[in-house]
């Protein structure tokens, strides 16, 4: 069962990136009008408008947009075909199904949990899975589903993400890594076939690694940050969505660093996830675009 | 003599804005493509898609620009006129003639003439003018004219402002008040004829009036900031172009306020002044457009 | 029953105030060292090294405080006396009680009792009290007591109060105002004899009153903010603990700015909290000196 | 020459490290006392009470205090050499003496020399030495002298090294690498005898090496950083005194990253260079306190 937001019904969502060329926006547009449909937003970004790469994110108001949604693919094929344009067009009343991987911290996992329950998160949330057992009744005093995957190494850790990609698998539009002390296979990436956002307990590119805070606190850093990306299997080296820092001190410890880290992952996360599930963020090599 | 910035060779900034309506987009990106530009960038902004204001920034390259002008203008006039819409075209290589208003105090002054003669702004400078004489020398380094004009009180406070009015007239594309500490008569902002951007040393609507720094200090406040804000009949509560803060604690003195809140003032009047001379701020009553 | 924090087990914090005048950080710290004291950390502050106000914050460790306490508190009487000093010891491992008011919004309730789940602040909460229902399932959940006492106006607005003071008399150290939308009266703040922090919805003195978020959406703010002060018989005008900002958009609604305004709130009250719940905050009239 | 402040006359600054043990901090203020001085202010910190480091900045005022220097180090030397405690005092009102090495850039340069003259930097500025000649005039309008030392390469690179060895030795206390381009010989740090304070153009440990800001923008960070570091003999990796950062997003330029950058690059430099000039910073191994 699909959940619709009221607010966005018959509002559909346009991705346009291609090779940037004279005359696309007009195009474009003038196919949003004859399909009488009004724009509620525009954004658009060109890495440079002579031979660049060309990025759009047009918002529109359709009346009865489900039933015009064929006419409409069928338009923007024939419209931007001649252009090599990549597209893609989405229900925005059609919230995303985002799927929770946790371990034992649960500040990134309960904040998500949080803002989608406050409504401020367009999306659903079928599962959390989690190797380890300490939030499960957190997450089902939510009213979501929560699967124990434990952890395992050797041969066997193939086995436990076979599991995971069994409970995803058509269940799911992206994967949020909440804090997921796993590392991932470059298989499961691959195979996982929905995007996979990423927190990481670092400024990036600073401090790779394990116990980044203790790094930081090592090197007397002055502030200290997280990193929200897209997962690549090149680890810690996907396209970043969203990053920011908070200023500590000699006075603070390497716990305290944490504490304030953890206030800056989850707030970073919680952006990264919402312009995700808001179709803000266009991927473009090793970078996003974020409209 | 206009100066040409060369990168901005043949590019116009186009806005628009007036009541949204279906078709608005469509029309106005039609009347690029059919003209023979490319669209470098657009920004557009509804304050609501159902029966709200629609603004539009669109920059855009036309080979041979200045030949093409008037046939665009002619384009944009029949063409928005029916939607009953406002438009304004500019020549982006030709930079903005800005005259900055300035009083003892250098930070503010120094700061936009450092960062025109490094190229950062996009004007020219034709003139400064101050109602004391302590800036004049390093203005004048800056190849730069500088006018002393003195303040008077009562009846002669309009002899100032005329003779201001005087040095202004025909010369100037906007004014820079950079912490001008004579309050401007509604006749003067009236007569002027150009945006006046002016610096508030305070976060609006924060201590509005003398001394800030001071009842800052008293109210035991633990951010300080400034606003930049457009110049209305109405002291102290023109439209807000940016704004911006700085931490301070109980042991910093008042005069520590003041230097610190000299950092964040030149720092938001001088990122005003850059958006104003990009076109990028459009006024809408009391508040602004950023794009 | 006192919860005892280990790691804080015979430390004990040393507050002093008074005027400043020679000798008096000597007199102070000779007074821990007689004592068989170690100082952990020292902060201090003179508004005016001539015959201003002096603050002091000390922490020391003393082996078996609890038998010690008697003879330190006589001894701080002792020397003190003759410098016309107030002083306050606390035994540091044993943590405040904090009573939370709310009403309906969740955002900054949850995060100080999900702080508290987690180890971070230093307190016990006896109870919750709200004039509506809607959280009393969730606060359970997090084994604390919640209590509902309904709003009343009128003549039975003191009935509420009363029913409130009753609740709290000889159960809490200090009150928290956690988005609680009910006006305190003067009788109260009086009665309840402990401090009480508020969290207001606005970063003071700006848009004081009701629906602030409305208010800056109108004047077309670009920062918007939140302050945590301590509750005074003169409403909104307490000394301001902490206070932050969050940077919005002409594009931001009243909705946006209100969602944005929640994660400065609860980000700032728990600032606020930790920091009184340590004894870091040292009220001097309407000002505060944080350590 | 020296230049005396008068705010700070008879203030001296004493800085105190070693091991932290019990009774120190009474014994310093002790002193103090019996040497007829009042402390101004007194910030200390502690790696750990048990068995750490102690870190400790005091100030204070003593009429008539050059007469009292001598007796004020002989009675230090007495007191801390059981202590086995590292201490330096300062006259607070002489200047320290500051050479700023600078390339083309002259954003950090100009900006020392501006809060110099404004009266916010406690400090003299002996010279300005550049590998290039384009500031030569700026500097001098600030009354500064400018020496040209021409860059060399290969068996000449120690030419000029030793060039400006020369020049600094004896007449400064300090040096500030203004965005000097060069890489200074592990001789040369050894040589010059004085602190050397870089400022490095990205967020360190990040993008460490030659153009930073493109590396940035191949990256796709959505914060740009600097930090201000002393130098050591391993390079880009001196104690870091201050960091901070910028936000940036995928429509900023290559160009434009430089530019935000160079704001922030100024004003780490500018606070850095203060906190070094007030004595507030202590060097502990790779690490500094900063009160």
Avoid at 102 to 110: G, V
């Amino acid at each position: 069962m699909t959940v619709h937001t009221d607010a966005l019904r018959d509002h559909a969502c346009l991705i346009v990136h291609g090779p940037d060329q004279p005359g696309l926006v007009a195009a474009v547009t003038a196919l949003v009008t004859r399909n009488n449909a009004n724009i509620v937003s525009l954004d658009q970004y060109s890495s440079d408008p002579a031979g660049g790469q060309f990025f759009q994110r047009l918002v529109f108001h359709r009346p009865d947009l489900a039933a015009a949604f064929p006419d409409l693919e069928a338009d923007l094929d024939q419209t931007l075909a001649p252009y090599g344009m990549q597209w893609r067009l989405t229900d925005q009343s059609v919230p995303k199904r985002m799927a929770i991987l946790a371990s034992t911290s649960d500040h990134c996992l309960l904040d998500l949990l949080w803002r989608h329950r406050r409504g401020e998160l367009p999306v659903t949330i079928p599962m959390v899975i989690s190797n380890h057992t300490n939030t499960a009744e957190d997450v089902r005093t939510f009213g979501v589903p929560f699967f124990h995957v434990p952890s395992q190494s050797g041969a066997d850790k193939s086995a436990s993400e076979t599991e995971i990609l069994k409970l995803l698998a058509g269940n799911v539009d992206f994967v949020v890594l909440a804090r997921y002390m796993q590392i991932l296979s470059a298989d499961f990436i691959e195979q996982v076939g929905v995007p996979v956002i990423n927190i990481h307990h670092s400024f990036l590119p600073a401090f790779i690694g394990a116990a980044p805070y203790r790094k930081a606190k090592e090197r007397g850093v002055k502030l200290i940050g997280a990193t929200s990306h897209y997962v690549t299997t090149d680890l810690d080296e996907g396209p970043i969505i969203e990053q920011d820092v908070a200023r500590v001190t000699h006075a603070d410890t390497a716990a305290d660093l944490q504490r304030r880290g953890a206030d800056v992952e989850r707030a970073v996360l919680s952006r990264a996830v919402l312009w995700h599930a808001q179709d803000r963020v266009i991927r473009d090599g090793n970078h996003t675009i974020v409209f």
